[in-house]
């Protein structure tokens, strides 16, 4: 169950990796959308998902949480491919770890929702996806044409990433 969601995860890192590599550093400035953050800002907050969602699911408190996400804030398209990456890492290791028993375990979140580790995976994998489809849209209304892989384009991850 755990390889399934990771191979969808693949998917969302991948096609982000590759979103970055169509955009410029200017891109990240864009706010196409008033009242939401611009393209870099919500694109640092999709390399950190896979991470922070984790220690959610572990019981971080939410001035801790305030404190990862103060001290994680990558800011170039670079430096937010490689978070992608490593947070991706991150989880896959994390969750590797977990016995049966230990999936089917109930953590709590600061704001009060309960979900076994097993179903904190599929919310982490949803959250990417929901994340990224905020970005595809912020993107496709400054007039680009990002391409963005499905599940059937990925036939080789990128380097280092092995499931």
């Known amino acids: ?37 611009p393209v870099g800002e919500l694109l640092s907050h999709l390399s950190m998902i896979c991470r922070a969602d984790v220690y959610i699911s ?33 989880l896959y290791q994390r969750y590797r770890q ?18 076994s580790r097993l179903e904190w995976l599929l919310e982490i994998m949803g959250h990417v996806y929901h994340d990224r489809g905020q970005l595809y849209t912020m993107l496709t209304l400054t007039g680009r044409e990002t391409k963005v892989a499905s ?3 990925i036939s080789v991850l990128p380097e280092g990433v092995s499931i």
């Open 1 to 37: 169950m755990i390889q399934s969601a990771f191979k969808h995860i693949d998917v969302a890192v991948t096609s982000l990796i590759d979103i970055c590599d169509q955009l410029s550093e200017q891109d990240l400035t864009l706010t196409p959308i008033e009242g939401q953050p």
């Open 58 to 90: 572990e019981g971080a408190s939410e001035e801790e949480m305030a404190a990862f996400y103060e001290e994680n804030q990558p800011q170039t398209l670079s430096e937010i491919k490689q978070a992608l990456i490593e947070n991706q890492m991150y």
């Open 98 to 115: 977990f016995n049966t028993e230990e999936l089917l375990k109930v953590t709590d979140s600061y704001w009060g929702a309960s979900y």
């Open 151 to 153: 599940y059937s384009d």
